[in-house]
T-cell receptor, first 115, second 112 residues
Framework: DTGVSQDPRHKITKRGQNVTFRCDPI?????LYWYRQTLGQGPEFLTY????????KSRLLSDRFSAERPKGSFSTLEIQRTEQGDSAMYLC?????????????FGPGTRLLVL | SQQGEEDPQALSIQEGENATMNCSYK?????LQWYRQNSGRGLVHLIL?????REKHSGRLRVTLDTSKKSSSLLITASRAADTASYFC????????????FGSGTRLQVQP
């Protein structure tokens, strides 16, 4: 169990550029989540996958945001035409379906700064 | 206030003292989780308490849950400088939903 990993850990981009983040969940976990966290706040839910199916999306996930999990393993989160308000920490988490009252395990996050 | 609000927002104590943080929530839940976050890092899961449990222990951590008051508390005993972090409670958005709702956290500073 190597834990949830995220890449890159830091990203600086200019407004209007597109960025893509990757998340590799714990290997046997079939559920994967994306959250966003701004300074001084708790994480806010963005979207959730069970295997390759995207089952839930928050209203925070505007049409500039898209997430995929093509083979039910790693996931990508893309932000198109970035805005300064997108600056935040993007956290990925995974969990195992068959565990009752499942715990979500978080990765180290990708910190995005939009200039 | 949001589902899962922590109180106090900030807490500063001396090493060796106990730290107590509280969390209030609004809707019915089937579990409540506590996480720790060191500055600029990801969240580390500390403990999960089910709705039919009243108290749970893990090492120096003690969590209580009062579903009638929709509140939970996290007690860290004999605190250490390494306990300095932000602590969040998290609850499912709705019963049966997978997404978690977090409060804005309690920032704990343990002075050596």
């Amino acid at each position: 169990d190597t834990g949830v990993s995220q890449d890159p850990r830091h990203k600086i981009t200019k407004r209007g550029q597109n960025v893509t983040f990757r998340c590799d969940p714990i290997s046997e976990h079939n559920r994967l989540y994306w959250y966003r966290q701004t300074l001084g706040q708790g994480p806010e839910f963005l979207t959730y996958f069970q295997n390759e199916a995207q089952l839930e999306k928050s209203r925070l996930l505007s049409d500039r945001f898209s997430a995929e999990r093509p083979k039910g393993s790693f996931s990508t989160l893309e932000i198109q035409r970035t805005e300064q308000g997108d600056s935040a920490m993007y956290l990925c988490a995974s969990s195992f379906r068959d565990r009752p009252q499942e715990t979500q395990y978080f990765g180290p996050g990708t910190r995005l700064l939009v200039l | 206030s949001q589902q899962g609000e922590e109180d106090p927002q900030a807490l500063s104590i001396q090493e060796g003292e106990n730290a107590t943080m509280n969390c209030s929530y609004k809707t019915s839940i089937n579990n409540l989780q506590w996480y720790r976050q060191n500055s600029g890092r990801g969240l580390v899961h500390l403990i999960l308490i089910r709705s039919n449990e009243r108290e749970k222990h893990s090492g120096r951590l003690r969590v209580t849950l009062d579903t009638s008051k929709k509140s939970s508390s996290l007690l860290i005993t004999a605190s250490r400088a390494a306990d300095t972090a932000s602590y969040f409670c998290a609850t499912p958005k709705d019963t049966g939903r997978r997404a978690l709702t977090f409060g804005s956290g309690t920032r704990l500073q343990v002075q050596p």
